[in-house]
């Protein structure tokens, strides 16, 4: 925000200080720090304090489904939609069909599946006529033995085979089987319709997740990245349930700026069990500490930033100011805690200071 103001306040400054350089009287020998008078009535300067040190601020995220808690479905063989029988938003429990799809490859397998009980079925009708023979001294112990392996060795097949149909869905014959949700849940993203297509390894058809609890993500600009931590503790609100908050604290805290927000991700896991809370959901999230000890503090409009660097401007009396850089370690409600070379009872300008600061810096 104070980024912000100065990128605005600057241009408007400068051409307020152009106007003001004709009618600017000469401050004499010694007077390199005193300012035009006409500026004076203008400005308004605070005393610094000393308070309790304590940070708060405020973020603002949304909410997502906790990824160990949810499951997308990618279709592993190519097909077309038959029937959906789900909505976006439904619950669904694990094991409830969701939809059904007709593939030429679960055909085939399907065709190897007739063939394999085919087989067995033959296998075993030989392996019973060959210990009827051994029974009788018709048939050595070695071809009863042979007729065995040929059952076993068909009992294998039909079971991979009804492995490798069971991995698609359940088969409901003519190349058509069910995808049924792996996981109890709400559905959270549906992209097929009856009669789409679906293609192997492409796009997740839909997702699954377990609502019990969220995860809140939550953006750290660079500007507060020296002000959040791990294990600080946070309140969450949204404009969805207006007075009530949610309590948290950050779990984790991503080590990678986000290439899109240009911000680091602050993760709050919270529980859900009235499913208040929604995935994409805006929340806000506000973040107190108290450090339990005192530093000195100015009013956070007198900051100026400028060129990656705090300053403040201090009034040394008799229209004289000086600007002193100063590096902030926390905010509490309209006060910036600061170290630096700041002392109690200085007058820091917290009006217009940007007009100060400019002719000081044009000096």
């Known amino acids: 925000m104070i980024k912000k103001q100065i990128s605005i306040l600057l241009p408007v400054c400068c051409l307020y200080l152009m106007t003001a350089c004709n009618h600017t009287e000469s401050t004499g020998a010694g007077g390199e720090n005193k300012i035009n008078q006409q500026f004076l009535p203008h400005i308004k300067t605070v005393e610094v304090i000393q308070a309790d ?14 990824p160990d808690k949810t499951v997308a479905y990618i279709p592993l063989v190519s097909g077309v939609i038959e029937r959906t029988y789900f909505s976006l938003g439904d619950k669904v429990n694990k094991g409830q069909k969701l939809m059904d799809i007709r593939s030429t490859e ?3 397998l399907e065709a190897e599946l007739v063939n394999a009980e085919s087989e067995l079925a033959i296998a075993r009708r030989e392996l019973k006529t060959a210990q009827s023979m051994h029974t009788d001294g018709m048939l050595s112990e070695r071809e009863l033995l042979e007729a065995e392996s040929q059952v076993r060795q068909a009992e294998a097949m039909l079971t991979k085979l009804k492995a490798d149909i ?4 359940s088969s409901k014959g003519n190349g058509t089987f069910s995808v049924t949700s792996p996981v109890n849940g709400y559905v959270i993203t549906k992209e097929v319709t009856s009669g789409s297509t679906v293609s192997a390894e492409g796009e997740p058809a839909f997702t699954v997740a377990d609502l019990s609890s969220v995860w809140i993500i939550a953006n750290v600009y660079a500007s507060n990245l020296s002000f959040v931590r791990e294990g600080m503790e946070a309140v969450i609100t949204t404009l969805s349930y207006p007075g009530e908050q949610f309590p948290g604290k950050i779990s984790a805290l991503s080590q990678v700026f986000d290439p899109e927000d240009k911000a680091l991700k602050a993760r709050i896991v919270l529980a859900n069990p009235e499913l208040k809370l929604k995935p994409e959901m805006s929340v806000v999230i506000k973040l107190k500490e108290v450090y339990g000890e005192q530093k000195v503090a100015v009013p956070s409009d007198g900051l100026i930033f400028d060129n990656n660097t705090y300053y403040v401007v201090v009034e040394e009396g008799n229209g004289q100011f000086t600007m002193r850089e100063v590096f902030p370690v926390g905010h509490s409600n309209n006060m910036t805690f600061v170290t630096g070379s700041l002392e109690v009872g200085d007058k820091v300008v917290a009006k217009n200071q940007l007009l100060i600061y400019s002719e000081l810096k044009g000096k």
């Open 53 to 66: 040190h304590e940070t708060d601020m405020t973020l603002t995220g949304k909410v997502i489904s906790d």
């Open 106 to 108: 679960l055909s085939t």
């Open 166 to 169: 069971s991995v698609y869905g």
